[in-house]
Structures are given as structure tokens and as C-alpha cells.
């Protein structure tokens, strides 16, 4: 099967005929692109999942050909450039060549991917590298023209340098899209405001009559995606399982709670938005038997039937298992019954830290556990609050931008329900009577850090800690850092307690997590424009933690 190129998709090709896997850079293999722009693959132990996009439109036999078997894609947009190849039946723990063809003509080089060893399987060994917010348009500017997210190429750099240490998947935690409507173009500052309506004056709106596909929705969104998703991940982690958890801002707010609005729980808009753009650019997570099937937000027809967009599991081997959870796509308020997670989600988590038989569990939630910055869709009824105003009255603020606050629980947060903390707790006891040692990934706070939790309100997790991480941002920058968006660094909330806290770094970083039989290894990794870009090619870690398997 050749590879013929047009003469835009030689161009391509030979801009990034050198870039590998892993971000390593070698002009003796080099892997030609073709007619493909984006792919973001998925894997489990029996099955493969593909999001692609091309330069052109594709029509005819569309295929997938996994080692010789294949497999037709499904066509998710409009024109013909996104496509969904869905491959199943697949052996474990097994390498494939995966090629791409639209009639019999291949679209790309070939490359490799491999399944994960089957649930009773036994591998020693799996590293992990994780980081969180991603998204966000490089042009935009904060207050007093800073800089709200760093340039493409600061994030790929470090998504490289990540790729380099050879993960055998990726977490992208929440937040690969940012595009906020009541909460940018009706915010308090007036500078985030006009901003906001310069920057979609050009780019166009939303239009909530018109479906998202087949309308100026459609190209809108796609513009969109190309810049912060397309751009940013390339064919970079083509042989690299991948996992996409989404977040506030995949649902087109912040979360936010004021007189003037509450942006959360999403609207319909808000849910097509998120569905459509995950169905084009990112993988959903794969069904998997850990996975009950009458979760929120599994598809229950046509090709996608099977495919969760908020809630999953990763599983390899007996050795590790994580759980996938959205805790911003389905939260409830209905105070003392609310929940950041539904009630069914809250039961599967609470089951699998009963029943799981892997060696280590990971909790992977878009909000994360130990950790509060004020904002109001938090577990914890920490609030910023200013010194004074004034007349000398102390003043709540969740987005002061430059100021200097202080996080309080002695005023009350707007619209807080008490039903995420009670949720909370139930979290906790779990994770606190489980055989494992409690390990959480948590996002959205754009920081690089880590705790160690021994009390919780009135439970007290002593004899088993919970380690709770910050895994850092690769997109934020300084105006999206806590301390400028929200006048406080991250902290402990006040109902908990925490030992070998570390002072978070607001700065860019991932994390890897290293995950063997008796223990686990996490490293974290930071990065600030005082050190350099050439700096982020051997970018070391600046916090290692070992937690060791002893119950």
C-alpha cells in the first residue's frame, strides 16, 4: 500500500518527517505524516481507539489496518476530516502496526501501538506521566496584557520532555479547551471582558439555536480545537495510550457562582459542546468491565455505544488500576444531597476501592483532594478573602486578579453545598479502610505539589495517609497562576490535616508516576521563563516521593 502525498501534505511531511515517539529527534527513520494532522490514540488490554483529523476531506473506504486486520473508521464531522477508528478483539500486551488508508491508499506512514497486558496478567513495571491543563489560546492576555497561557511550542517542549522518559500512557486532566462565555464575557474585571469580546468579535460565537455540527457552530469549533488541541499534540503521542479526563473549561465556563450567575451544573450547550469536541479531537474512555454500563455520559447507540466521555478506568495487569473521575460535567446542587461526583459514580469509586485486586489504585479525579485555592466548585467551604475594602469590611473574592487574599472559612462561600464535603467523607473513610495506600492525581489547580493527608473533619487517616498531588499545568501561565488569579497560593483547607505538606510551585510542570508491586514513585517536574527553554530538554525532577506498598 503506497503513501502518495499532495503537494500541501509533502510540505508536512517534511517539517516533521524527524520527530518520533517520545520527542526523540533523528533524521535516520523518519515518519512521514501525510494527509493526517492530529491523532490521539486510547488503548485497553483487548481494544484500540483512534481520534484523528486530516489536512483534506477523506471519502470512500476510510480503514484502519492493525497488523492485518482491519477496521473502518467513522466519519465524526461535516466535511470528512475527523475520523474515529474503533479497534476491537484485539490481543493483549501486543504490538501493532497501525496503518491509515482512504481506498486502499495509505494516508500515513505506519506506526506503532500495544495493548495493555490482560487484567490477570502480571507486569512489574508502569510508569505513568500525567499533567493537567493543557488548553488555551497562546495569543490571549490577562489583565495588564500578561500572558494567560504559554506559546505552543513551551508546551510541547514540555510534553516532550515528559514523552522522553518513555510513559506507558499519558493523563491529560481536564481542561483542553478554553472558551469561557457568561464567566469571560460577563466578568467583573473590565479588562477580561473587553479582551474577551475582541478575541470572539473575530473568531465568531456560539449560536444556541444551531446544532453544533453542520452549522458556523461546527467551524467555529473546529477553529478552536486546531488552535489549542490539533496544534498542541500533533502525531506526538501516536504510540502513546492516552487518556483525556474533562474539566470546567471543556464545558465552555470556569466554575463560578455569583448573584449575576452560576455556571454549573452544564447547560445543554455547554454538554453538546463538551460531547462534540471529544467525539472530534480526544478519545473517550474505552468500555472496560471495570466500567458499570449505566454510568452518565456512556453512549448508549450507534458506533460509539459503549464509550464514556467523563467517567473510566485504566487497567495493566494486576499491577495498577486508576479510576477516571469528572467531578465538573454531572456535580448536583441540592445542599445537603449534592455531590461533586452522582451518587452511582460515588458508589462505583467507593466499590473499587473495596474490591480492586490490583497491587496499587490511583485516583485520577478533574478536581483534586487535599487541596483548595477558594474557588467555589471545591469540595471544602474555603473562600479568598481581602483584608479590607474601603469602608474596612473584609471582602470575598474568588478571581481578584493581583490582589492579596487569604483563604477563610469564617465567611460564607456563595451557593457552597454541603453535600460535596459529606461526599467528601465518604470518599475518605473509604480510601482511609482500603488495602491500599490512598494515591490522588488531582487537576485544575494549576500548580505542582504534593501532601500527605492524616485527618479529614473527623476521620482519621493516620494509619493510612492519603498522598494528594498537584500535577502540573503545561499551558498556564502567569496570569492563570493562583497567587495572580486569585491573590492565594493553593493550601490545605482548614478541615484537614496535612503532614510533609510542600509548598506548591506555581510554575509550569508535569509529573511521572513510577508504579512497581511494594511501592510507588512519583516525581514532579517545574519550569518558569527564568530558566530558559533550552532548560526544558533536561528538565529534572525537583521533588521525589516513594510510597511504599506496607498493608
Given at each position: ?160 520532555r515528559g514523552l522522553a522518559f518513555r510513559p506507558d500512557a499519558v493523563v491529560a486532566n481536564g481542561d483542553h479547551i478554553y472558551w469561557d462565555q457568561k464567566s469571560w464575557l460577563q466578568h467583573r474585571n473590565e479588562e477580561i ?135 465538573a460535567g454531572y456535580l448536583s446542587l441540592k445542599d445537603g444531597n449534592a455531590g461533586l461526583l452522582p451518587p452511582e459514580v460515588e458508589a462505583w469509586v467507593i466499590s473499587r476501592i473495596g ?197
Amino acid at each position: 500500500m503506497a503513501l502518495r502525498l499532495n503537494r500541501r501534505e509533502a510540505v508536512v511531511a517534511g517539517a516533521a518527517a524527524a520527530l518520533l515517539p517520545g520527542g526523540h529527534l533523528t533524521a535516520a527513520t523518519p515518519w512521514c505524516a501525510g494527509a493526517m494532522r492530529h491523532v490521539l490514540p486510547s488503548a485497553s488490554a483487548d481494544a484500540i481507539l483512534l481520534k484523528c483529523s486530516f489536512t483534506r476531506p477523506l471519502s470512500g473506504r476510510v480503514q484502519a489496518d492493525l497488523s492485518g486486520r482491519r477496521f473502518d473508521g467513522f466519519m465524526t464531522d461535516s466535511e470528512g476530516r475527523f475520523w474515529t477508528f474503533w479497534a476491537t478483539g484485539l490481543t493483549p500486551d501486543t504490538d501493532y502496526q497501525i496503518t491509515l488508508s482512504e481506498n486502499d491508499e495509505r494516508l500515513c506512514d505506519p506506526w506503532p501501538l500495544r495493548t495493555f497486558p490482560a487484567g490477570d496478567a502480571a507486569p512489574e513495571r508502569f510508569r505513568l506521566l500525567t499533567f493537567m491543563c493543557a488548553g488555551g489560546d497562546e495569543t490571549a492576555r490577562g489583565p495588564r496584557g500578561i500572558e494567560s497561557f504559554r506559546p505552543i511550542a513551551t508546551r510541547q517542549a514540555l510534553l516532550q520532555r515528559g514523552l522522553a522518559f518513555r510513559p506507558d500512557a499519558v493523563v491529560a486532566n481536564g481542561d483542553h479547551i478554553y472558551w469561557d462565555q457568561k464567566s469571560w464575557l460577563q466578568h467583573r474585571n473590565e479588562e477580561i471582558r473587553a479582551e474577551t469580546r475582541r478575541v470572539y468579535d473575530e473568531w465568531g460565537y456560539f449560536d444556541p439555536a444551531q446544532a453544533m455540527i453542520g452549522t458556523a457552530n461546527e467551524k467555529l469549533l473546529k477553529r478552536i480545537g486546531e488552535q489549542q488541541i490539533a496544534r498542541l499534540y500533533g502525531t506526538l503521542l501516536r504510540s502513546t495510550p492516552s487518556f483525556f479526563l474533562p474539566d470546567d473549561h471543556d464545558y465552555l465556563e470556569n466554575d463560578e457562582a455569583e448573584e449575576r450567575f452560576v455556571t454549573f451544573p452544564p447547560d445543554e450547550q455547554q454538554r453538546e459542546f463538551q460531547r462534540v469536541m471529544q467525539r472530534l479531537y480526544y478519545p473517550e474512555f474505552l468500555p472496560d468491565p471495570l466500567l458499570p454500563p449505566g454510568l452518565p455520559g456512556i453512549a448508549r447507540e450507534g458506533w460509539a455505544q459503549g464509550l464514556s466521555r467523563s467517567f473510566g478506568a485504566l487497567r495493566f495487569g494486576n499491577l495498577v488500576e486508576a479510576l477516571f473521575y469528572d467531578s465538573a460535567g454531572y456535580l448536583s446542587l441540592k445542599d445537603g444531597n449534592a455531590g461533586l461526583l452522582p451518587p452511582e459514580v460515588e458508589a462505583w469509586v467507593i466499590s473499587r476501592i473495596g474490591a480492586s485486586d490490583a497491587a496499587q489504585l490511583l485516583h485520577i479525579p478533574s478536581f483534586p483532594i487535599g487541596w483548595t485555592a477558594g474557588k467555589w466548585r471545591e469540595w471544602y467551604p474555603d473562600v479568598v478573602a481581602a483584608p479590607t475594602n474601603a469602608a474596612g469590611e473584609t471582602v470575598v473574592s474568588t478571581h481578584g486578579f493581583g490582589g492579596v487574599g487569604r483563604l477563610t472559612t469564617d465567611r460564607p462561600k456563595y451557593l457552597w453545598q454541603k453535600g460535596w464535603w459529606a461526599q467528601h467523607q465518604r470518599l475518605l473513610t473509604a480510601m482511609g479502610q482500603s488495602k491500599h495506600r490512598p494515591i490522588v492525581l488531582g487537576g485544575d489547580i494549576h500548580a505542582v505539589g504534593a501532601t500527605k493527608l492524616i485527618g479529614s473533619g473527623d476521620i482519621n487517616l493516620a494509619d493510612n495517609p492519603l498522598h494528594a498531588f498537584l500535577v502540573g499545568s503545561i499551558g498556564a501561565s502567569k496570569a492563570g497562576f493562583p497567587s495572580f488569579a486569585r491573590g492565594t497560593p493553593p493550601a490545605t483547607p482548614a478541615q484537614l490535616s496535612a503532614q510533609d505538606f510542600r509548598f506548591p510551585q506555581e510554575r509550569n510542570g508535569f509529573t511521572l508516576v513510577d508504579v512497581e508491586r511494594e511501592r510507588t514513585v512519583v516525581r514532579q517536574f517545574a519550569w518558569d521563563e527564568t530558566m530558559g527553554m533550552e532548560a526544558i530538554g533536561t528538565l529534572a525532577p525537583f521533588d521525589t516521593i516513594t510510597i511504599e506498598r506496607t498493608r
